[in-house]
């Protein structure tokens, strides 16, 4: 990295150690301890939801089963509110289940989710990137108007469409999201790769008689890590945003499975009477959108701020 | 430019060929498609009858032929429960959506303008960073979730607005809203990179060395420049637009094609869902291939390149 842009590293180190006043500097921080804190504690939260893994199903972090409700505790204000019982910090929904609970187990549904297509989507157009970057020519050429085309192509349309042929569940949720989600990896590699194919070092290896596939793997890929990280980050929140709206719509993770799209659906028929059904969950995505693109941003500014859309 | 046309448009031809035949076998991935096409309670007979009329007796190889014939004219299928050619309910639900997603557009791209200039002209100042925080706020919320709570805030407790419906304008203003809510950070942080682009180049500062007054640089040589990277990503504000229009139709039961699409995936009357797939495929080729051209037109080199 450094041999390409000396210019703009040395200006980075201006720019984050002496250039900032001490009230910037710790902002930067903030913006770096916030978000991290926060989906550390949803992994936490995810994997520690109950240990069945572990073949302890009654120890965990959920106070209550996400799936089964107490009849006779239906539609339960939060405990902080007058009517609320201390056993559901925020309520109960329509079959008298644990909104708490849910929320946590809805976690576990779109961290995973969310990684699961990240490294499909992130591997794939590493892979078509690279290759269109460094070869160029015809390759390049089709696979850059394929990238256009998925690009804008209404992937919630192609959800729906899996939906109704292969069924809504899990792993229609995770294709629907990879079939479209190369794309933006692809383009961002392609940039990278073309770059790098004109640096000395990969003209050095050619000239050598490196073979191409060698030249891609062992001296472009390397160099093409900080924005893979970058964006992969980036796109944690994004995944979730798809599978939240793809379950709420109904055709991703249905019930009883517990998945914050679809209880903020099935709040939907309480707003007048029990509004915590539907807000809550929308509060767990919003943060860990949230923190997914403060987290990003970060590492982009700290890793390659080149790629700064401003 | 008449070659690159022609290769431009055998590409986006091809494409489509390509996205018909996936959709085609991705109706058949499932195994047998009599059981997506059939309802339980059918009888034997309705069965055989419909199996027969959508040439499912017949191989694969003849079916893909019929069925790109088809559609060659015209003819996208008939709905399953609705028994009506799939063309007609798309007539019937398009306007609807055009209702939505037109205001919609037009509020969004002039608050977009507006803001994005703003915040780009004075940068780091009030402006900017609410511009900002919009941009977080509006990437990281739901869009279904905000509307609800818009529907919990204005018309359950304060009772100001409807719930859902289209009768009066009053209707209008919530759904429309969430739509300018989904498509406005994108919008404007676009608008706003690009003005802080295009207000670096040697020629604003040109312009202002010149002495023109600052209004006349921002509004007219600055903005007439930035405009030109927005075009570049109209694909992507059109899968923009489709999405909000899903959601918000979805919300507040507006009868327009992206609640048809949701309801006919419930209701597994896959032509429906099949054929607004296909259209929407032909607009995204349609729209990229106008792109393409118009920047042909802009940048000489692109139309000397292979493909």
């Known amino acids: ?310 | 430019m008449t070659r690159f046309i022609i290769l431009r448009l055998l590409f986006a031809f091809v494409a489509l060929l390509g996205i018909v035949v996936i959709v085609f076998f991705l109706v058949r991935a499932s195994g047998d498609p009599m059981s997506l096409l059939a309802n339980p309670n059918m009888s034997e007979e309705q069965y055989e009858h419909i199996k027969e009329r959508l040439g499912l007796d017949k191989s694969w190889g003849e079916q893909l032929v019929i069925y790109m014939g088809d559609l060659a004219q015209g003819d996208l299928g008939e709905s399953l429960l609705r028994e009506k050619p799939v063309i007609d309910i798309i007539k019937q639900a398009l306007p609807n959506t055009l209702k939505l997603i037109i205001p919609s557009f037009a509020i969004a791209m002039l608050m977009s303008l507006i803001l994005g200039v703003l915040a780009a002209t004075y940068r780091d100042s009030f402006w900017d960073t609410g511009v900002k925080f919009l941009a977080v706020l509006g990437q990281a919320l739901p869009g279904f979730w905000v509307a609800i709570m818009a529907v919990l805030i204005f018309s359950v407790n304060l009772r100001w607005l409807p719930v859902a419906g289209m009768a009066t304008p009053a209707h209008y203003v919530l759904p429309v809203a969430t739509m300018v809510f989904f498509i406005l950070p994108g919008m404007m942080r676009l608008v706003r990179s690009s003005m802080l682009d295009v207000l670096d180049s040697e020629y604003i500062k040109m312009a202002r060395i010149k002495g023109l007054p600052e209004r006349l640089v921002i509004w007219k040589h600055a903005l007439r420049n930035a405009l030109i990277t927005p075009l570049t990503v109209a694909g992507m504000i059109f899968a923009m637009l489709v999405t909000g229009a899903v959601i918000t139709e979805q919300v507040f039961n507006w009868p327009g094609l992206g609640r048809m699409i949701v309801t006919s995936t419930f209701e597994r009357d896959f032509p429906v869902v099949q054929a607004i797939t296909i259209i929407t495929a032909v607009f995204v080729l349609g729209i990229n291939l106008l792109v393409d051209i118009s920047y042909a037109y802009i940048d000489p080199q692109i139309r000397y390149q292979k493909m």
């Not at chain 1, 041999?3 to 900032?20: D, F, Q």
């Open chain 1, 1 to 310: 990295m450094l041999s390409i842009m000396p210019k703009v590293e040395e200006k980075l180190e201006k720019r984050y150690t002496g250039g900032l006043s001490r009230r910037a500097r710790i902002t930067r921080n903030l913006t770096l301890i916030i978000p991290a804190t926060i989906l550390a504690l949803m992994v936490i939260v995810a994997i520690f939801a109950n240990l069945s893994w572990l073949g302890l199903p009654n120890i965990g972090l959920a106070p209550h089963d996400p799936t089964t409700g107490v009849i006779t505790d239906r539609f339960l204000p939060p405990s902080f509110m007058e009517g609320g019982k201390s056993e559901y910090l925020l309520g109960t929904d329509r079959l008298g289940r644990d909104v708490l609970s849910r929320v946590i187990y809805g976690t576990r549904v779109s961290l995973s989710i969310s990684l699961l297509v990240i490294f499909i989507t992130a591997f794939i157009g590493t892979v078509l990137g690279i290759i269109s970057g460094y070869l160029g020519g015809r390759i390049d050429g089709f696979l850059m108007r394929a990238t256009d085309m998925a690009l804008s192509f209404p992937g919630i349309l192609l959800a729906l469409l899996l939906a109704v042929s292969l069924g809504p569940s899990y792993w229609t949720v995770v294709l629907a999201l990879s079939i479209l989600g190369w794309a933006p990896y692809t383009r961002m590699v392609r940039g990278e790769a073309l770059k790098l194919s004109e640096a000395d070092f990969v003209a050095q290896a050619r000239i050598i008689g490196t073979p191409p596939i060698r030249i891609m793997v062992r001296h472009i890929f390397p160099n093409v890590i900080n924005s893979l990280v970058i964006m992969m980050t980036l796109s944690v929140g994004m995944i979730i945003l798809m599978e939240s709206t793809l379950s709420y719509l109904g055709v991703g993770i249905t019930a009883p499975t517990a998945s914050w799209g679809n209880m903020v659906a099935d709040g939907r028929s309480y707003l007048d009477t029990a509004w915590w059904i539907a807000a809550f969950p929308g509060i767990a995505i919003g943060l860990v959108v949230m923190s997914g693109n403060f987290l990003g941003d970060w590492l982009r500014d700290r890793l390659d701020p080149r790629l700064r859309q401003v």
